[in-house]
């Protein structure tokens, strides 16, 4: 047995050694790495869903360590360094919220400390960590589930079968946008008074992303700097490419083009606040061939929308405050175009059209339903809720998530090369069922 395959089988066993199974009445205990703003929604749908409690919580900001304990309980552990957490052996998951520079590295090296992880979205922010995050997953039989609420939403639940069922006829064009028009949809977010390198860890904020001396602004809006962020593609194209890929079934483009600018925010932020992304998605058993087009414009006037139409051959799917469903009856004649044609041409054109489709008389009866149905989830639905659910039930059963390493991948993959499409004003094929670009 060569070295390597035996390094594998000995830390699968490893793997399953560590494998802790949860008595229905065992308390999944987890851990927040990152208490911001979303690591805070995370862990009250956590304590939520029910059967959970949290251990620990570590952030690189002190005040943020306060407000947990103020939110959670002094009881709780708290830490600038996250190695702490994962080196506990009380704490069976870990949700990882931080920025996006840091979900590749904290994921996997929680999943070798033993730790069961829910990523928060994009999976990571270089497309090779990808298949880095993937092959830890699977060599550590860990679960981890990334946090794209979508994937767990009842209302994209519907829109699939919908899709499936044929409503729309064949699929052959998705168009998803995302517009705001406000500072905070900006990502002009808040920077406290008391930010000072004494209540924030530099150091451990930059972790491998380029050294910069001390700039509150860049920890508090790190969505505005390629160095942390994925600007709006990994930020917002990925919900909608995670959304999408679970209602269609697609594992992702063939080929990634995409534009933009920088044309309002200009408040030292180096990534896009407009930005369009055409995508090709190949035939599959899944679906036929079919474009998709992406927007988002942090620069519209009317307001903030988001949504997605499917269309089909026989009708189109919106997603928006739940799911709309509209037909238009297919033309029952073509039709002709025949005015410029000499007479007699005329005549011996409509003589052959009738015989192919002889008139009909207008009759009330012989008019065809048009038509719009409306699926609305019950009032309050909280998908974000269904996600951590989904979670903690797989820590329990060990079966599968509903959004893996692989659908994650296969969700920021195509992203991130959005961004790379439009700063290196290329296109960019990309291998969908491998996660790997092209060219
Ligand atoms: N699923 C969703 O709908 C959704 C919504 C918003 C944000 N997000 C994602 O959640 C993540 C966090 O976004 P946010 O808006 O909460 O940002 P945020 O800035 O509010 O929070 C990030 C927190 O991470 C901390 N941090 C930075 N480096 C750290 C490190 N090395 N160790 C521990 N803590 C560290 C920061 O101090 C901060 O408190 C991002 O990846 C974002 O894309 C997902």
Redesign the pocket.
């Known amino acids: 047995m060569s070295a390597s395959r035996r390094t594998f089988l000995l830390s699968a066993a490893a793997a399953l050694a560590r494998q802790k199974t949860f008595a229905a009445n065992d308390k999944i205990r987890f851990a927040l790495?990152?208490?911001?703003?979303?690591?805070s929604?995370d862990t009250v749908s956590a304590l939520a869903a029910g059967g959970t409690e949290i251990a620990a919580v570590?952030?690189?900001?002190q005040s943020?360590l306060t407000r947990a304990k103020e939110k959670w309980g002094a009881n709780i552990a708290t830490t600038r360094d996250?190695k702490e957490i994962l080196a506990r052996k009380d704490i069976d998951a870990v949700i990882i919220?931080?920025?996006?520079h840091?979900?590749a590295q904290?994921a996997i090296e929680a999943m070798e400390a033993g730790k069961d992880v829910y990523v928060?979205?994009?999976m990571v922010q270089k497309v090779a960590d990808g298949l880095r995050v993937w092959e830890a997953q699977k060599r550590t039989g860990r679960i981890l589930q990334v946090?794209?609420?979508r994937v767990s939403s009842i209302v994209y639940k519907k829109a699939q079968e919908l899709l499936k069922a044929g409503a729309i006829g064949e699929l052959n064009l998705v168009e998803a946008w995302w517009d705001r028009n406000s500072a905070i949809g900006a990502w002009q977010?808040s920077i406290p008074p008391d930010a000072s390198p004494e209540t924030i860890s530099w150091e451990?904020?930059l972790?491998s992303a380029p050294k910069h001396d001390f700039e509150p602004i860049r920890?508090?809006r790190?969505r505005n700097y390629q160095d942390y962020g994925t600007g709006v593609a990994?930020?917002l194209f990925v919900?909608l490419f995670s959304g999408m890929h679970f209602v269609t079934g697609a594992i992702g483009p063939e080929r990634v083009f995409a534009t933009g600018g920088l044309r309002f925010w200009k408040d030292g932020r180096d990534v896009p606040d407009v930005m369009l992304g055409l995508y090709d998605y190949a035939k599959s058993d899944a679906h036929p061939a079919f474009n998709l087009s992406l927007r988002v414009n942090f620069v519209n006037g009317a307001g903030e929308t988001s949504g997605f139409r499917f269309v089909g051959s026989e009708g189109i799917i919106t997603i928006g405050n739940g799911v709309t469903v509209t037909k238009q009856p297919r033309e029952s004649e073509p039709g002709y175009t025949i005015d410029t044609f000499p007479q007699a041409t005329q005549q011996e054109f409509l003589k052959k059209y009738r015989e192919k489709y002889p008139q009909q008389e207008a009759k009330a009866d012989s008019m065809r339903a048009n038509g719009e149905s409306r699926y609305l989830p019950p009032p309050r639905y909280n998908d974000?809720l269904d996600h951590h659910a989904n979670f903690f039930a797989s820590l329990r059963s060990r079966q599968p998530v509903v959004e893996d390493a692989l659908f994650g991948i296969r969700a920021a993959g195509p992203a991130l090369l959005s961004n790379r499409s439009v700063f290196e004003k290329r296109q960019i094929l990309w291998d969908p069922t491998n996660a790997k670009v092209k060219v």
């Open positions: 790495i990152g208490a911001g703003g979303m690591g929604s570590a952030d690189i900001y943020r996250y919220a931080t920025p996006d840091w979900h904290i928060e979205k994009p946090g794209s609420q977010y451990r904020f972790g920890l508090f790190w990994g930020d919900h974000h």
